[in-house]
């Protein structure tokens, strides 16, 4: 392996299909901070100027993220580097040539959960280069420590024979786990233009920056609020609670609910339909999440899996524990599912809980989601209940 400072080197109860946002990002100077935002699907329109807000592109069969939004991203675009309309799961895509024609590809695609693993992905990229499978005790002799800004990941290089043409290739691969996301930061294609290119994919990364769709909202002295996973177990990093909402009827757009007093609504984010903060004592969090999929959402199991990891929970095993777990509840209109699931904050280490309803409605299917601060949960789960059976759609 070499040193990043070579001088260059997963029921019988329903099925759920999502449809998410990938953001397509476009633009061509070079050498530029490029600052990008996922916004609604908007129309084609002439191309923007650079460090301008793009809009986003709607991207059948990209994963579910569970309802996060997913951040601003701004980067420094390296010399020689072109930009690409990004396409299937990506939310940037990069090219680069040399002299001799010979080409290397750029991708940064996040993706919910740990995505499989470390373990399945490293292999996964030794067999694009005619490599074979390491066992897990040999992935440690493989992983290199990188910075994507300021945030600790994992690098991989892999190096070999394309086994389509047979020519040279070379993989530089990057593992960013943040706030129950993925991040995958790759650069694929001929070995020694790849080779070549690795400073400038390490720089790459160094200049990367992420800042949610809220943030980019509040002013500079409000506090950061954590909408993507578990919350941090306060209202905010000063310790100072949250302000508590008085209940109200939901508008604009919004199907016509009741929200329990003690709900403050916050900015959703781009794959919310609506979301609510409740701070229980000691400034303990949870967050409330609307959201809304076509069609049966992505599959029970999935989505069942991607929650238990959120609060530190392993996969299920079987049907017989997929169906232990689901509970069909009454709502005004029909039938739905109920979760309820008892973990770890993987961030703190405290007693965290997650209780969803999964809602079938005409060719979509509705997520409630109540996640946090055990207690916070326990204390909020009838309010919870009766807020979704308030939904009028």
Known sequence: MNSLFH???RCSCLHWAILLICAALTGCNRNEIKVYRVAKEQSASPPMPAQATMPAAVSPGHPDIGGAALPQLTWKLPAGWEEQTPGEMRVASFSVKDQNGKQADVSVIPLPGAAGGELANVNRWRGQVGLKPVPEDELKKLAQKVEVGAQPAEFYEQSGKSPGSGDDSRILAVILHREGMAWF??????????EEQKPAFVEFLKSFRFATPEMAALPPSHPPIDGASLPAGHADRSGTPAPMAAAAVSNGGQPDWQVPAGWQETAGGQFLIAKFLVTGDGGAQAAVNVS????????????????????????LSGSEETNALVKPVEIPGGKALLVDMNGTDGRTGEPARLVAVMVPHGDQTWFYKLMGDAKVVESQKEAFMKFVRTVRY
Do not use: H, I, Y
């Open 185 to 194: 930061f790759k650069m694929t294609g001929d070995d020694r233009l790849v």
């Open 7 to 9: 001088p260059w080197k």
């Open 292 to 315: 809304a999929s076509p069609g049966d959402g992505g599959g029970l199991v999935p989505n069942l899996n991607r929650w238990r990891k959120q609060v530190g929970l392993a996969e």
